[in-house]
């Protein structure tokens, strides 16, 4: 396995330092919204407008406006009251997040497995994101979970590559590749998206769990929630000594308590991930 993967792995990266590595592109729909968002003249019925044009955002942004973690005091049944109520930017980086779903999709079954875990992985840490932002620090929630949607985006290229090789290895040398190439490639496509270094980062930053910055950013909530989804698995990381990780003093939280046995925590979890799910 270790040779297999190791010859993908240099493939990948080689391809990668000479440009030749096809980088997924933003979808067209999130492509827009981001637009939409960021032009000073444009206002909440443009946005609207954008998103309405895919039925299938439209209608989970406005299960998300009515879900008890927003806890709206009415009904909202129409896309225009909903970016209203979640604001402008929120509502951007949630329908970018939803719009990713259809990149982790593929012909091979191995493959098409392999992505429904990436995405299913990624949806949970984004919930975890979701609810430590909001308890443990300022940040912003909806950055937080589109921080948590992004950090293993660097698979996609490497199963796109490896669906495109005549032998498919299998999923354990994958899950190997993966691991090894993700955090370069992820930072790699998120800054061709031009998302703010704060997010592009995150890719390559959420393992080293030696980092130390000045003050709570994205990246400590993302390895925190990385790390909170593992507990019962039996991961290498979960060997490792929390108590050491910087990121977990500076967002005030104890690495010994298992979030998932925090009852109101795990309840809010569970309504931030089934936001992201279909």
């Known amino acids: 396995m270790a040779n297999l993967s190791e010859r993908i792995e240099e493939e990948i990266l080689d391809a990668l330092r000479n440009d030749e590595l096809s980088l997924p592109t933003l979808p067209e729909v999130a492509l827009k919204v981001r637009e939409t968002a960021e032009d000073p003249e444009a206002g909440v019925n443009e946005l609207a407008k954008v998103i309405s044009n895919d039925a299938a955002i439209t209608a989970r942004i406005i299960k998300v406006v009515n879900s008890p973690l927003m806890r709206t005091s009415r009904e909202i049944d129409n896309i225009q009251m909903a970016v209203n109520r979640l604001g402008m930017t929120y509502s951007a980086n949630l329908a970018t997040g939803l719009a990713m779903e259809q990149m982790f999709q593929a012909t091979s079954d191995v493959v098409d497995k392999m992505m429904r875990d990436v995405w299913s992985k990624s949806t949970e840490v984004a919930g975890i994101c979701n609810v430590l932002c909001r308890h443990y620090t300022k940040l912003q929630p909806d950055q937080a979970m589109l921080a948590g949607l992004m950090h293993k985006i660097g698979a996609l290229p490497v199963l796109t590559y490896v669906e495109s090789i005549s032998s498919i290895p299998d999923s354990i040398t994958l899950a190997h590749v993966i691991e090894k190439t993700h955090p370069t ?47 019962g698995t039996g991961h290498p990381y979960t060997e490792m000594d929390w108590s050491s990780i910087k990121a977990f003093e500076k967002l005030g939280l104890d690495p010994n308590v298992d979030m998932n046995e925090a009852e109101d925590l795990s309840d809010e979890m569970e309504a931030a991930m089934a936001l992201l799910a279909q």
């Open 185 to 231: 490639l992820g930072t790699k496509i998120l800054e061709a998206w031009d998302f703010p270094s704060m997010i592009a980062k995150v890719p390559e930053e959420y393992i080293k769990f030696d980092r130390n910055s000045p003050k709570v950013d994205y990246v400590d909530i993302v390895m925190v929630a990385n790390l909170q989804s593992l507990v």
